[in-house]
């Protein structure tokens, strides 16, 4: 996995962050893995990998995501530059669902550790993670199988899925549209409102919009190609955009939110908006649970 060496990362945080991981545990984790096999089993021919993908650095990563290295190092990285606590700031997700769903899909999932919260806050419901990186992928089901939970992985693109129409009672995506341009975004929240029933809902847990015009210096330190634009936005007004209603945002931290909206149903109009500040839950599952080699390697 190359990285630039010239980064803000590269020069100043990842040395800190090295001296927090256990970069033997994580080597030896890489190396029991046959990733292009694993990965081969997700890989999709009918998958594209669009340019904006493909074209640009994630974190001063060459590559971005499409490479083991990625999805071996996400974890123990993540851990460190979500603030302030990764596990509470995904459980804002958790806590902000409203409906009860029987199907989900997480867009975007990564290694899955969003999408692993979601199965154990719903243990009855069918999960599907997507993601364009099938290595990533492969960790993630790693991180399924320790826990023990029963998750569907599937190698897509969120801006066009191969799932019906009303398929899924709620949908997700974490730390996702800070990394996509805006179209993109807003081609994500029109292939969500097609695939969630009436009444369904959408959750979006990312960066705070606010926070990052008002602080220029963090998005230098992000690393993400995209990110500017993110914070220019508005994923309210994008939510509307495509037609969700009873539209909130929460401020998780000052450093993150979660934007939720619903799926209008067809001659109702009880649906109302209410907004607040987020309160943590004070029965969070932590993610070391989740056999991630960022939380006491298992390999």
């Known amino acids: 996995m190359a990285v630039r060496q010239d ?3 590269e020069r100043f945080l990842s040395p800190v962050v090295r001296l927090l991981i256990d970069e033997e545990s994580l080597r030896r984790y890489a190396e029991s893995v046959d990733w292009e096999k694993e ?12 340019s904006y993908y493909t074209s640009q650095n994630f974190h001063g990563i060459e590559g971005g995501y499409l490479n083991s290295g990625a999805a071996v190092t996400y974890d123990a990285i993540t851990q460190y530059v979500v603030p302030p606590n990764e596990t509470w700031v995904r459980q804002a997700l958790i806590d902000a669902i409203i409906v009860q769903p029987r199907r989900i899909l997480d867009l975007g999932c990564g290694t899955g550790s969003t999408t692993l919260m979601l199965k154990q806050a719903f243990p009855q419901a069918e999960v599907i993670g997507l993601d364009l990186s099938p290595y990533m992928l492969v960790r993630a089901e790693h991180k399924a199988q320790s826990a023990k939970l029963d998750i569907t992985w599937r190698h897509g693109n969120a801006e066009k899925t191969v799932f019906k129409d009303a398929s899924f009672d709620l949908v997700t995506a974490s730390l996702l549209f800070h990394e996509t341009p805006p179209t993109v975004s807003q081609a994500i929240l029109h292939e969500s409102f097609r695939l969630l029933v009436e009444g369904g809902q959408i959750l979006i ?11 220029e210096w963090l998005n230098d330190v992000f690393e993400e190609p995209y990110i500017r634009d993110y914070a220019a936005g508005s994923v309210d007004a994008s939510m509307g955009t495509a037609g969700f209603a009873a539209v909130q945002t929460q ?3 000052w450093i993150n939110q979660v934007t939720s ?9 009880t649906i109302k908006k209410s907004v607040g500040q987020y309160a943590r839950a004070t029965d969070n599952n932590d993610l070391e649970d989740f056999g991630s080699p960022a939380f006491g390697t298992k390999a």
């Open 205 to 215: 847990l990312d960066g705070n919009q606010k926070t990052l015009r008002q602080l």
């Open 261 to 269: 909206g619903v799926k209008p149903i067809l001659g109702d109009n």
């Open 7 to 9: 980064t803000i990362w």
């Open 39 to 50: 990965s081969a089993s997700f890989r999709r021919d009918d998958v594209t990998i669009p």
């Open 251 to 253: 401020d998780i931290w």
